[in-house]
């Protein structure tokens, strides 16, 4: 099976891979591609919250938002090394949820595997637009991974 585990660069999908990792079967899967994608028009850039501040604040000062997309799946793809199935690492451009839903078609994925509310105001709360859409729109069932629930605070 093939499985596309998409990062928007955001910690909470840095988690989400690791959820895959931490329940599935290695045996049983034999790609898995991790999957950024840049929004061409997009004001605000590729927000790579996952690699070193070093390293994010050359990408930006350079302007390499595809560098920021490209470090953050290295990133990503790391949590996969040495465990088996063989890890592609790609770049799309466009809009993400349509760009994860066509990876996932294009490369006959059995599973996608998104965080919710990644860069979401209400990350416990709501499901994020771009989960929302690849869950409602993939042509495979689609693993959504929530933020763990915050620790509230006795006053």
């Not at 690849?134 to 006795?154: S, W």
């Amino acid at each position: 099976m093939h499985v596309v585990v998409a990062t928007d660069g955001s910690q909470q999908s840095l988690r989400a891979a690791k959820q895959l990792k931490s329940f599935a079967d290695p045996e049983k899967i034999t790609d898995i591609s991790v999957v950024a994608v840049i929004r061409p028009l997009a004001a605000v850039a590729f927000a790579d919250d996952l690699s070193p501040v070093d390293r994010r604040r050359g990408d930006l000062e350079t302007g390499g938002f595809r560098k920021a997309a490209e470090s953050a799946v290295a990133t990503v793809a790391e949590v996969f090394d040495g465990w088996g199935p063989k890890v592609h690492r790609r770049i799309r451009s466009g809009s993400p949820a349509n760009e994860i839903i066509k990876a996932a078609g294009q490369l006959n994925a059995g599973l996608v595997v998104v965080a919710a509310g990644g860069r979401g105001i209400s990350d416990t709360v709501l499901v994020g637009s771009t989960a929302q859409r690849v869950q409602h729109y993939a042509p495979c069932p689609v693993l959504v991974v929530r933020p763990a629930p915050r620790k509230r605070t006795k006053k």
